[in-house]
């Protein structure tokens, strides 16, 4: 008992230091108006109170955490997110494209983690979960309206371990246990339409292992002496913002690839050197196809590199920046906001196909159809 108030005091004497220095802070940069002192005033007070007189015990450390979540979320921006830290390590490992998980491609669809895509051979395509599969429970916690990263962390695990995912399909709920494996899922994955020349690759996200890929998808498409390439990022959620500009170099002819403009006024281009693939290309989207894949399509269109064919994208036009924190803990925010080489800011509004062509139905593609089509009239001439 003893030792209990002692750390007890230990955090309490922690959480006042806390206040005061994000007190003395505020203050220092003068983001205080007059009349928001008594917010501060009430921050100290509501710490107090809660302290001295709630039911349950209250951990300090929960409570600055607590805080510091609320700071974020004061934002009003579904993109910028306070990451605990195994949140934080997950997203760390998506980015670098290997992990231990279930091996699914997951985006939000009307506030709920939804399968885009579950890859070959791995434990959740084995166990049976489909795309369009809506996710409503990870283990016992409810996952309607979850953030997409805190989803992602609550499916990464241990390997060996198991996970209970339960799933809505077309109105029916299903349960699936599945035993994590380690997963290193392939971005990229090309092959040659039939006998007619035109390759055809899909991109499912942009990770820093997709530019490597890309490149070696390409030799051997190229050794296949193919000759006009459709580009699939339908459902392509987006990922690292370097390797879209990467990737997007075999396809840009020289000049710039987007633009990143930032609240001060310090505004960056990322160019192509024009170094392209040199055969045409015709693009496929969705509404699916967000952030880093929208900066592809966004240069493809405002170029005429190639004919973009589908429906409106998503229109996720901002650049979140990752910051490390103590604990391991982490930071997201929205730093930027991008431009396609016309300097058209998307955000929100997406960008419009060449070609609308509406969704495919479940056991047909009229969208690759009409892309095929559309490459055979290039080819022709």
């Known amino acids: 008992m003893e030792n209990d108030k002692i750390v007890s005091s230990k955090s309490d004497r922690r959480l006042k230091i806390v206040i005061c220095i994000i007190v003395a802070v505020i203050l220092a940069l003068g983001i205080l108006a007059a009349s928001s002192y008594k917010y501060v005033s009430n921050l100290v007070k ?14 300090s450390d929960q409570m600055i ?22 949140t934080f390590a997950a997203l760390q490992e998506q980015i670098k494209g290997s992990f231990g998980g279930l091996g699914i491609l997951v985006g939000l669809k009307d506030g ?23 996710i409503v429970k990870i283990n016992d916690t409810d996952a309607a309206g979850i953030d997409l990263e805190t989803a992602i962390a609550l499916m990464r695990g241990p390997v060996g371990s198991a996970i209970n995912l339960t799933v809505d399909r077309q109105g029916s709920q299903l349960q699936f246990t599945i035993v994590r494996e380690e997963i290193s899922v ?90 392209t693939i040199g055969i045409p290309l015709v693009v496929l989207i969705n509404s699916g196809s967000a952030s ?43 730093t930027a906001r991008y431009l396609t080489p016309n300097k058209n800011d ?3 509004k997406g960008i419009e196909p060449d070609v609308v062509v509406q969704k495919p139905e479940p056991t047909l593609d009229p969208q690759l159809d009409r892309a095929i089509e559309i490459m055979k009239q290039k080819l022709a001439g």
């Open 292 to 334: 880093a894949s929208e900066i592809l399509a966004g240069a493809v269109k405002d170029t005429g590199a190639g004919a973009l064919v589908g429906t409106t994208t998503f229109g996720k036009g901002v650049v979140q920046t990752l910051f490390q924190l103590d604990n391991g803990a982490g930071l997201k925010l929205t």
């Open 346 to 348: 998307i955000n929100l």
């Open 65 to 86: 955490e607590g805080a510091v979540t609320g700071i974020v979320e004061s934002l009003d921006d579904p993109y910028s997110v306070y990451l605990e830290p195994k």
């Open 46 to 59: 509501v710490v107090a109170i809660v302290r001295t007189q709630a039911l349950q015990p209250v951990n």
């Open 186 to 275: 392939p971005t990229v994955e090309g092959k040659v339409i039939d006998n007619s020349g035109i390759g055809y690759i899909m991109i499912s996200q942009f990770t820093e292992r997709t530019p490597e890929e890309m490149r070696a998808t390409l030799l051997t498409l190229q050794d296949s002496q193919v000759k006009g390439l459709i580009l699939d990022l339908r459902d392509n959620p987006g990922g690292e913002l370097m390797s879209a500009v990467n990737v997007a170099k075999y396809f840009i002819p020289k000049g710039p690839i987007v633009y990143i403009d930032y609240r001060n006024g310090r505004d960056q281009e990322f160019s192509s050197e024009g170094n």
């Open 112 to 134: 709920s983690p939804t399968v885009v895509r579950a890859f070959e051979g791995t434990p959740a395509a084995v166990a049976g979960i489909e795309a369009g599969d809506v």
